[in-house]
């Protein structure tokens, strides 16, 4: 491009600046120092993990019109991914006998532990009897209580995580640190 004195110069950004009116450069430097917050604030709150349970980012676009003070703000939401399943390794558990029939869940907590499931307190007996088999997993281990569904067996069905800890026969609770719940009840 030359310059129309026709000196044969090439224009540069300081130019195309010039030309630009004070609206559009307002517009332009809050869109930049949107960005930048937006980056900032997803780098600190952002700790890296994938954790299905935090929000997903979010985007702003600001659009103004040509010669115009009105703007519009839109906001789009980007799904992050999922946690990974943990392996059965991770997944801290204890299988309560509400079968009324002893060694119950010394023997299911046995079977599991040969599937991976090695993180596990000692076997307990609950304080009554139930019909069926359950897992209760916390909030956000869908996927693992129901591979848990599949090697207890017994037709084990999954059901919600208490919000009160069982009390155990042996007169102490459920530990707080346990993700996961085994019951054996009766065959339906």
């Known amino acids: 491009m030359s310059d129309s004195s026709g000196s044969g110069k090439q224009s540069g950004a300081p130019d195309l600046m010039r030309g630009a009116s004070p609206q559009m450069l307002k517009t332009v430097g809050l869109l930049l120092a949107a960005f930048i917050l937006g980056v900032v604030m997803l780098n600190v709150i952002d700790d890296g993990s994938t954790s299905s349970t935090k929000k997903p980012p979010s985007t702003t676009t600001t659009h ?50 040969g599937h991976g499931y090695t993180s596990q307190e000692t076997a307990e007996t609950a304080p009554a009897t139930r019909k069926g088999s359950a897992v209760q997993c916390r909030p956000g281990l869908t996927r693992e209580a129901n591979a848990l569904v599949l090697q207890v067996g017994n037709k084990s069905k999954v059901e919600p995580f208490p919000g009160t800890l069982p009390k155990l026969k042996s007169g102490t609770s459920v530990p707080a640190t346990v993700q996961c719940i085994v019951i054996i009840g009766t065959v339906k």
Do not use: E, F, M
């Open 64 to 113: 103004a019109g040509k010669g115009s003070h009105n703007s519009t703000t839109t906001s789009s939401t980007t799904p992050k991914t999922t946690a990974k399943q943990l392996a059965p390794a991770q997944i801290h558990l204890i299988v309560l006998n509400a079968s009324g029939v002893n060694h119950v869940a010394a023997n299911v907590s046995s079977a599991i532990r």
